[in-house]
C-alpha cells in the first residue's frame, strides 16, 4: 500500500504520532535556527553533542539520531541545498527527501513529520522547492513497506496551502 502524503500546520516539534521527525540541518549537524534549532532545543542538551559526531553532513545525504527528549523516536538530519550557493537546487532538493525517506523506511518508521526542506535560512523559494518535494514524495510513496505517512509541517498557511494545492496536483 503506497504511503500516504499530506501537509498540516502545525509545529514540527509536536508530532507526537509520527515515529521520525525530519531536521532540515546544517553541513555541522550543530543545533542551528528556524526549525533546526526548535528541534534541538526541544531534543535537550544530549543531541547536539551526538549529532556532532556524524559531521559533516555531506550535501543532500542523511543520517539518523535518537530523538531524546522528543515524543519521536528518531530525528533525521537531512541536508538539503542552499539555493544560491549549491550547485543544481533542483536535483538536491530532491535527493536530499529521497535519502531521508529511504533512511526512514531503512529504520521501520510508519510515519515521518517533514519541514519545508531548505525554505528558511538556505532562500529556496517555496513556488519551486514545493513541487520538487511533493512531487518526490508522491513518486516514492508506493514503493515503501513501513512508511505509511509523509506528512509535511509548516507553520505558515499560505505554504500550507501551496503543498496541499502540489499534492491535489500530483495524485
Do not use: W
Not at 7 to 14: D, M, P
Not at 91 to 97: H, K, N, R
Not at 122 to 151: D, G, K, Q, W
Amino acid at each position: 500500500m503506497a504511503a500516504i502524503v499530506n501537509a498540516v500546520l502545525g509545529n514540527i516539534v509536536r508530532q507526537a504520532d509520527c515515529d521520525a521527525i525530519v531536521n532540515s540541518a546544517n553541513p555541522n549537524l550543530r543545533a542551528g535556527s528556524g526549525v533546526c534549532g526548535a528541534i534541538y532545543r526541544a531534543a535537550g542538551p544530549e543531541l547536539e553533542p551526538y549529532s556532532t559526531r556524524l559531521a559533516p553532513l555531506p550535501l543532500a545525504q542523511a543520517v539518523v539520531t535518537p530523538g531524546f527528549l522528543l515524543p519521536n523516536r528518531l530525528i533525521i538530519h537531512c541536508r538539503g541545498p542552499r539555493y544560491l550557493f549549491d550547485p543544481n537546487p533542483p536535483s538536491q532538493l530532491a535527493l536530499c527527501l529521497e535519502n531521508t525517506l529511504k533512511l526512514a523506511e531503512a529504520e521501520g518508521v510508519r510515519r515521518v513529520a517533514v519541514p519545508a526542506i531548505s525554505m528558511g535560512v538556505y532562500a529556496y523559494p517555496p513556488a519551486e522547492a514545493v513541487p520538487i518535494l511533493v512531487a518526490t514524495a508522491c513518486r516514492m510513496a508506493p514503493s515503501f513497506n513501513h512508511l505509511e505517512e509523509i506528512r509535511f509541517v509548516v507553520t505558515d498557511p499560505a505554504l500550507l496551502e501551496r503543498f496541499q494545492n502540489a499534492i491535489s496536483a500530483s495524485t
